[in-house]
């Protein structure tokens, strides 16, 4: 994939949590390179802003000159354009590149300080936004940019459209500040595209916008649709959410570099799974485990969302004379079903990370039992007609119903099967190494 030059004009934060840092941070992790044109200088740490020097606007001129006369600029971001003028001048520079535009409507920081004066605001919606491939409010910009309340998942969609009939090609309204869980809405300019997810508990959260924003112009600059780099900017805001940094006393910020978790345990994961299957493929008398339809391990790295981010044996495990034996190397993204079992497991609890399929067998589940593990069961006659009419979605329903009902993730869960769906059993645990001991235990082998 060619480098992703992403020309970032905003205002500089000394505290690093959020602007043109949270910018080239954000940048960078999605493997991109980050120009700058700093357009004011704030005093500004995690409790609040406590002055801004605005840069000249000649020299705001001459920093975009001097970078798109010798760089290839691929995408742009705009964020923090505190005054009407400003903004009246990055329009005039943008326009003339005719490349993606992320506009981040930047108006008050997270400490509540204005950061864009009020005469502005309608320098935004008049020269900017009909500019922009994507404009990505919070409800408190979105209610400044359009005049009126914006306060529940209605408000947003029809928003988003406003917006979009502004001239934006297409708007996110983010749903951060929503009383319940939050949800962002986008309006494409064809479909509405909403993203739910749970509310993260912490206070960390500063330099959301700014990372969103600049990791959706970096990937609208690699060439992905507007719907997809709304998706993948936002799961790198959950993860930098989820690792946020208790620095300060204020507001900590995202933590960007911890999208980069699953790929830098990548190695690390391999070698474990690896080392865990060297070690039951030594163990003679454990081939009986395996169902007809062939076994399979399956690892999440940290922060897994897909799975590509989940180890398993290529080609699966099968029994061979008595002793297990895998088809092929340990590699990510190697099975689909597993993954659907172990990321549900991750999503409950996510220190459980780590799942086996067994052959379903009722002195191995009261085995489980009389070693004090939890044990869920799900029936496939439970299943509901639209779960069962995708192809591979009953074991991630299954495992979650069984966690739903049992308010926890459990030891080893097991179906008894259908007509032409054979019983299986699952096994789960936090770690390989945990899960190998798991399979010893049940099978009456020493670890």
């Not at 991750?346 to 780590?354: G, L, T």
């Not at 979605?393 to 495992?399: D, H, I, P, Q």
Request: hydrophobic letters at 45%.
């Amino acid at each position: 994939m060619p480098l992703a030059k992403v020309m970032i004009i905003a205002g500089s934060d000394s505290g690093g949590g959020a602007g043109i840092q949270a910018d080239l941070k954000a940048v960078t992790v999605l493997g991109g390179h980050a120009m700058t044109v700093i357009t004011a200088l704030t005093a500004q740490n995690t409790r609040g802003v406590q002055g801004v020097h605005a840069v000249p606007l000649d020299f705001v001129r001459r920093q975009f000159d001097a970078v798109a006369d010798d760089i290839e600029v691929d995408a742009i971001k705009t964020g923090m354009l505190h005054s009407a003028e400003l903004v009246e001048l990055a329009a005039e520079l943008v326009k003339g590149l005719d490349r993606p535009l992320v506009v981040d409507p930047v108006m008050v920081a997270k400490g509540g300080d204005r950061l864009l004066a009020e005469d502005a605001v309608r320098a935004v919606k008049e020269k900017l936004i009909p500019l922009a491939t994507l404009v990505t409010p919070n409800l408190d910009e979105a209610e400044a940019l359009l005049e009126r309340e914006v306060r529940n998942t209605e408000q947003m969609i029809q928003a988003a459209r406003d917006l979009v009939a502004m001239g934006a090609k297409a708007a996110l309204i983010k749903g951060g500040h929503l009383e319940t869980d939050p949800a962002d809405v986008l309006f494409d300019g064809e479909e509405v595209h909403e993203f739910k997810a749970a509310r993260i508990d912490t206070p960390h959260t500063h330099g959301t916008g700014c990372t969103l924003a600049s990791s959706c112009a970096t990937l609208l600059a690699q060439g992905r649709e507007v719907s997809v780099a709304v998706e993948r900017a936002r799961l790198l805001v959950r993860r930098g959410i989820a690792g946020g940094l208790a620095i300060g006393k204020g507001h900590g910020p995202v933590n960007a570099m911890a999208d980069l978790e699953p790929r830098l345990a990548l190695g690390g994961g391999l070698a474990r799974v690896q080392a865990a299957m060297d070690r039951l493929e030594q163990e003679p008398g454990l081939g009986f485990i395996i169902p007809e339809v062939r076994g399979q391990i399956g690892y999440a790295l940290p922060g897994a969302a897909g799975p590509g981010e989940v180890i398993a044996i290529q080609g699966r495990i099968t029994d061979m004379n008595g002793r297990l034996k895998a088809a092929g190397p340990a590699k990510a993204g190697a099975s689909q079903h597993v993954a659907k079992i172990v990321l549900t497991a991750c999503a409950a609890d996510p220190e459980k990370r780590c799942a086996m399929a067994l052959c379903f067998d009722e002195d191995l589940i009261e085995k489980a039992r009389s070693l004090g593990w939890q044990v869920g069961e799900f029936s496939r006659a439970d299943e509901p007609a639209d779960v069962k009419a995708r192809e591979g979605s009953t074991l991630e329903w299954g495992t979650g119903h069984v966690i739903e009902q049992m308010g926890l993730v459990p030891d080893l869960i097991f179906d008894r099967g259908e007509v032409g769906k054979e019983p299986v059993m699952r096994l789960l645990s936090r770690t390989p190494e945990e899960l190998v001991a798991k399979v010893l235990a049940l099978a009456g082998k020493e670890a």
